[in-house]
């Protein structure tokens, strides 16, 4: 473990799932080209980014038992291949059916990716460096936004719909090859991967996994930190910058590229509190989700059109909830054993992702109806106003709020299970920063 191959693994693990998310967020930037090209509201735009959702989330549990019993590696395999059928369907979609269809298989692609290289890290490093190494991943894996929003988006203005998605669709093929040259389940020539020894085993650890309520808490972590960031980026933060801000195309790819630098700045520091306060990390989780609430009720309640400076400040707090939401599967690890380690960590990945899609296609309809009442009252339609935008993007106060709720109950059971298992008391955060501070002026 730890070792010059354990690196090579690590970044090519790194790299595919770069590339997944890449085919995960480039419908972001083509779907104002997505409405024209196929003739479609803003309910049945956000039903095709919230089918790959379903698919993705849907998946992530199966694929965790999976996982469990084969290893990562041909799952890697499969993800990759299907994420570059899906691209090369949707590149020559000729009506809205066919492109759902390819959405679909770039989700059971997707879905693959992330728990899969979760698992290599875990069997290829050990000590306090799994959880920063992780950070890192989730960090360098969301660079597939910048190539979404940049390079992508250049060949699909430049050259059009089809060139844009084959060339995506090369990419995953590019990613397909260097997982088979290198990618090994094994942490030692030769050596055995750590499995479950059967299905029936696999499906034994799936639940024990769910039934754990650190584990629960890990889900409800993921569910609060990520889902945001993900609607911005994945769907509705393009045309909300371009239609409703007024934006030129070009500053709003541009402006995605804050999130992802904001994660990787956040997330090794992050990753560095997480291995440091194990028992504050719910803390953490809670702080940015504070922190997106304020930021998101400045902009929606600027008078007018808010400023450039406050929209990019919101872009950097929701750029923190990527890296946030990878504190999840930093409980999953600490609470489950290694061989049950793709079950946990599957079940974890559904809470971001259940939140996501949910919200995303509630921010379809709310955007629907408002411009229906809009066209009733006798004004132009105008689909994608700043003011149905400002109602539209209040679902995730709703959608949020109940996850907020969740984390705090699961949290109360984690630290009874401590207390009862390990005799390890944590207190609230005010009482140990009170107690911290006494010692050092004792």
């Known amino acids: 473990m730890n070792s010059r191959r354990s690196w090579v693994i690590y970044a090519v693990g790194t790299f595919a799932y770069l590339i997944a998310v890449t085919q995960r967020t480039t419908l972001g930037v083509a779907g104002v080209m997505a409405t024209e090209r196929f003739d479609i509201s803003a309910s ?3 039903s095709l980014a919230v089918v790959q959702l379903i698919v993705y989330a849907s998946l992530q549990i199966p694929i965790g ?15 990759a291949a299907l994420m570059a059928v899906g691209q090369l369907t949707l590149a020559f979609a000729p009506s809205i059916a066919v492109a759902i269809l390819g959405r679909v298989l770039v989700g ?7 728990v899969s290289v979760i698992r290599l890290i875990n069997t290829w490093f050990t000590g306090r460096q799994v959880p920063l190494l992780a950070q890192w991943f989730g960090n360098i894996g969301q660079l597939g936004q910048v190539m979404s929003a940049l390079p992508f988006a250049l060949v699909l203005h430049d050259f059009g719909w089809s060139p844009a998605f084959v060339s995506a669709a090369a990419v995953s093929a590019v990613a397909l090859v260097l997982i088979v040259i290198v990618i090994s389940d094994a942490s030692a020539p030769g050596g055995e991967a750590e499995r479950v020894e059967s299905w029936s085993d696999a499906f034994r650890e799936l639940r024990r996994s769910m039934r754990r309520p650190g584990t629960q808490l890990g889900f409800w972590s993921h569910y609060v930190t990520q889902s945001s960031g993900v609607v911005f980026t994945l769907l509705w933060g393009y045309p909300f910058m371009v239609s409703a801000l007024g934006y030129d195309p070009g500053l709003a790819s541009a402006l995605i590229i804050v999130i992802v630098l904001s994660g990787m700045v956040a997330g090794p520091v992050l990753g560095v509190l997480t291995a440091r306060y194990p028992f504050r990390r719910s803390n953490l989780v809670l702080a940015i989700v504070a922190a997106m609430g304020v930021a998101w009720a400045a902009v929606l ?40 380690l793709g079950s946990a960590t599957g079940f974890v990945n559904v809470g971001g ?3 996501s899609f949910v919200m995303m296609f509630l921010i379809g309809v709310v955007l629907d109806a408002t411009n229906a009442a809009r066209i009733a009252s006798g004004a132009p339609s105008d689909l994608y106003a700043l003011d149905s935008f400002r ?21 109360r059971r984690t630290r009874r299970r401590l207390a009862e298992d ?6 609230p955060l005010w009482v140990a920063l009170v107690e911290a501070r006494a010692r050092r002026k004792g």
């Open 391 to 411: 109602l539209a993007f209040l679902v995730q106060y709703v959608i949020v709020g109940i996850g907020v709720v969740m984390v705090f109950g699961s949290r």
């Open 301 to 340: 309640a600027w008078p007018g059109q808010p400023p450039l400076w406050l929209v990019v400040l919101l872009l950097m707090t929701l750029g923190v909830g990527g890296p946030g939401s990878q504190i999840g599967f930093d409980f999953a690890r600490t609470f489950n054993p290694r061989r049950g």
């Open 44 to 46: 049945v735009l956000s």
């Open 108 to 114: 059971a692609g997707d879905a693959t990716a992330f």
């Open 353 to 355: 992702f259940l939140a």
């Open 65 to 79: 038992v999976i996982l469990d019993r084969v290893g990562p590696r041909g799952l890697l395999i499969a993800g």
């Open 422 to 427: 390990e005799g390890i008391q944590v207190g």
